[in-house]
């Protein structure tokens, strides 16, 4: 009996060491809790389905805080035939899901199910403005605008349509029109006016003497893969220009030595040495002699 009165106090303090511990686990987890919860505690949980089955695996799944922004899950994974991904809208129903926008004060739970269409909306930019919008239906005798204006670059060509953003995207690639109608993609496509590379040839005219001013000449855009004789630029030497004072002698590379531009050999890619495609052609002046009556 001694034996388990005195083991009485160690089971009763292991009891009330056990009761702190568990006690202190929860507020360690509490105030994690609400550190992770937004204030309030409302959030919201968004499933996304590849189709209206919404017994099926879903696309993705967003815990999202009351007001904070909705993730774009992305398009869906399977298609129907033929048809394209037009937008998100709650299952059963045909109120819209916009990705990217705020969600509504509250909680719950949302299924969005994807809607599908046989239009093609294309988006045409050129120059960083829309050209033209078409809806697209009928694809076998559909034909995208083939000669969209380009003022931004005088003279310069359009040469075709890209996905990429000529702004962003060296060497776009071309797109293939005999893919449309096919399906299975964003019914929303942008495609972007590609022109023919052009470097722009600025002439520098300043005379030795700054002092002194000498006509300006306008700036010219060239294609890189001719000679300049080819460009037009054998005019610029022909007639080349005047200034009150100076005889013109030629045209120099100031980024490459001050060397004599050869306009019947080289081309605007050959000197652009800085790769910025633009080009500075400067006048070499000889002073003219003053005679004193």
């Not at 299952?91 to 199910?113: D, L, R």
């Not at 010219?220 to 080349?240: A, S, V, W």
């Not at 013109?248 to 060397?259: E, Q, R, Y």
Request: glycine share 6%.
């Amino acid at each position: 009996m001694a034996f388990s009165k005195m083991s009485r106090p160690k089971r009763y303090l292991s009891l009330t060491i056990g009761a702190v511990f568990t006690v202190f686990s929860l507020l360690l987890t509490s105030t994690a809790v609400a550190n992770i919860l937004p204030s309030g505690g409302e959030t919201w949980v968004y499933i996304f389905y590849n189709s209206d089955d919404t017994s099926q695996n879903p696309l993705a799944t967003f815990h999202v805080p009351s007001g904070d922004k909705l993730p774009d899950p992305g398009l869906p994974k399977t298609y129907p035939t033929g048809k394209y991904f037009d937008k998100w809208v709650e299952c059963g129903s045909s109120t819209e899901i916009v990705p990217g926008s705020n969600t509504a004060s509250g909680s719950g739970v949302k299924k969005a199910c994807p809607v599908f269409t046989e239009t093609l909306v294309i988006t045409y930019i050129s120059e960083g403005s829309v050209y033209e919008t078409a809806k697209v239906t009928d694809f076998s005798s559909y034909q995208p605008p083939f000669n969209p204006v380009l003022k931004i670059i005088p003279d310069r060509q359009f040469m075709y349509w890209s996905v990429d953003n000529p702004d962003t995207t060296p060497n776009p690639a071309r797109f293939d029109f005999s893919t449309l109608g096919s399906g299975g993609t964003n019914g929303h496509l942008r495609l972007f006016a590609i022109p023919e590379d052009r470097y722009t040839l600025i002439f520098d005219t300043t005379p030795p003497n700054s002092s002194d001013r000498c006509p300006t000449i306008k700036p010219m855009y060239i294609r890189g893969d001719r000679t300049l004789d080819q460009e037009g630029i054998r005019n610029k030497t022909n007639n080349p220009p005047t200034c009150p004072g100076y005889t013109f002698l030629h045209w120099v590379d100031p980024n490459n030595g001050s060397t004599q531009v050869t306009a019947s050999t080289q081309t605007a890619a050959s000197i652009d040495q800085n790769g910025d495609k633009k080009i500075i052609l400067k006048a070499t002046w000889q002073p003219q002699e003053v005679r004193v009556k």
